[in-house]
């Protein structure tokens, strides 16, 4: 027993291997979206999502919620808004999306988050943006348009885009805005602050919830949408978020962010071997677009 948690104690001292699995983790999210399809609900699977997320972080983190409450109830209006677009809205968008376009292009479209920040970062707070950053940015809004028009930019002219293709687009936008929001979080601990936010996603999402249920969309999982919603449950909002705050707590977040890069990339190929989707020539493209322009605007596009 002592060797299993000396293991275990150097695996989460090592913030390489956690980012790693970060990574992994939200990548398969791409192919928990497209198996729940027809299996479970698109919001039942959101709500359903951080209840068990919320239950887990209740048995393990007590102490450290008791510890930070007194410096979030008096934000609790800022904390529930952030839960909200950032848990609730970007994944109802997410899972909606995914009934509407392919895992490959799912995964293709998130990867344009960082750039979207860098962006945000400058209209909210003047941070100056290179030459060579823009020109990251302009190269992921190709690779987005070449996967939303399937390879035709003429489509562009036409207006005639897949409607899953900007719903994605839109849960990438609304997640960078969350993102970029945490700069101005109240002051607490980060895992206090997480599991609040966890409960702040569970209570926002239900009115979606029970939306769903009004217009006679929701119904109950099967076998294959548990394993779905448990997966989700676990790795992506779980386990994948607090290797990250650890990551970052060890190596700071400038040298964790270049790692989500390997995020897209993984939920391709994902979707490829175990959906068994293709990989056409204009998703190819659409991949060395997005993360050349994200590799251009984080690495080199960085002033001295």
């Given at each position: 027993?002592?060797?299993?948690?000396?293991?275990?104690?150097?695996?989460?001292?090592?913030?390489?291997?956690?980012?790693?699995?970060?990574?992994?983790?939200?990548?398969?999210?791409?192919?928990?979206?497209?198996?729940?399809?027809?299996?479970?609900?698109p919001m039942l699977m959101v709500t359903a999502r951080w209840a068990i997320a919320a239950i887990v972080v209740l048995i393990l983190g007590r102490r450290q919620l008791l510890e930070a409450w007194p410096d979030l109830a008096p934000?609790?209006?800022?904390?529930?808004?952030?839960?909200?677009?950032?848990?609730?809205?970007?994944?109802?968008?997410?899972?909606?999306?995914?009934?509407?376009?392919?895992?490959?292009?799912?995964?293709?479209?998130?990867?344009?988050?960082?750039?979207?920040?860098?962006?945000?970062?400058?209209?909210?707070?003047?941070?100056?943006?290179?030459?060579?950053?823009?020109?990251?940015?302009?190269?992921?809004?190709?690779?987005?348009?070449?996967?939303?028009?399937?390879?035709?930019?003429?489509?562009?002219?036409?207006?005639?885009?897949?409607?899953?293709?900007?719903?994605?687009?839109?849960?990438?936008?609304?997640?960078?805005?969350?993102?970029?929001?945490?700069?101005?979080?109240?002051?607490?601990?980060?895992?206090?602050?997480?599991?609040?936010?966890?409960?702040?996603?569970?209570?926002?999402?239900?009115?979606?919830?029970?939306?769903?249920?009004?217009?006679?969309?929701?119904?109950?999982?099967?076998?294959?949408?548990?394993?779905?919603?448990?997966?989700?449950?676990?790795?992506?909002?779980?386990?994948?978020?607090?290797?990250?705050?650890?990551?970052?707590?060890?190596?700071?977040?400038?040298?964790?962010?270049?790692?989500?890069?390997?995020?897209?990339?993984?939920?391709?190929?994902?979707?490829?071997?175990?959906?068994?989707?293709?990989?056409?020539?204009?998703?190819?493209?659409?991949?060395?677009?997005?993360?050349g322009g994200v590799i251009l605007a984080e690495k080199l596009g960085k002033r001295p």
């Amino acid at each position: 027993m002592s060797i299993l948690k000396t293991v275990l104690r150097r695996a989460y001292d090592n913030p390489w291997l956690l980012i790693a699995l970060s990574c992994v983790f939200w990548a398969g999210n791409t192919v928990a979206a497209r198996v729940a399809i027809g299996e479970i609900s698109p919001m039942l699977m959101v709500t359903a999502r951080w209840a068990i997320a919320a239950i887990v972080v209740l048995i393990l983190g007590r102490r450290q919620l008791l510890e930070a409450w007194p410096d979030l109830a008096p934000h609790w209006i800022h904390v529930g808004l952030m839960g909200f677009f950032g848990f609730t809205v970007f994944q109802a968008l997410y899972y909606v999306s995914a009934h509407y376009t392919t895992g490959v292009n799912l995964a293709i479209i998130q990867g344009v988050s960082p750039v979207v920040m860098l962006v945000g970062a400058w209209i909210m707070w003047g941070q100056r943006i290179t030459a060579i950053q823009m020109i990251g940015f302009l190269l992921t809004m190709v690779g987005v348009a070449l996967v939303a028009t399937r390879g035709d930019l003429s489509a562009l002219l036409r207006l005639d885009f897949r409607a899953g293709d900007l719903g994605v687009l839109a849960s990438a936008i609304v997640y960078s805005g969350y993102a970029l929001s945490l700069r101005n979080r109240p002051k607490a601990s980060a895992m206090g602050f997480f599991i609040v936010m966890v409960f702040a996603g569970f209570f926002t999402s239900l009115p979606l919830l029970i939306w769903e249920a009004y217009v006679g969309q929701a119904f109950m999982p099967t076998p294959k949408g548990w394993a779905a919603l448990l997966y989700a449950a676990i790795f992506p909002s779980l386990l994948a978020q607090l290797f990250f705050i650890r990551s970052v707590e060890i190596i700071g977040p400038s040298r964790v962010a270049l790692f989500y890069n390997v995020t897209p990339v993984m939920g391709a190929i994902f979707a490829v071997v175990l959906l068994g989707e293709l990989f056409e020539l204009h998703q190819a493209l659409a991949l060395a677009f997005v993360i050349g322009g994200v590799i251009l605007a984080e690495k080199l596009g960085k002033r001295p």
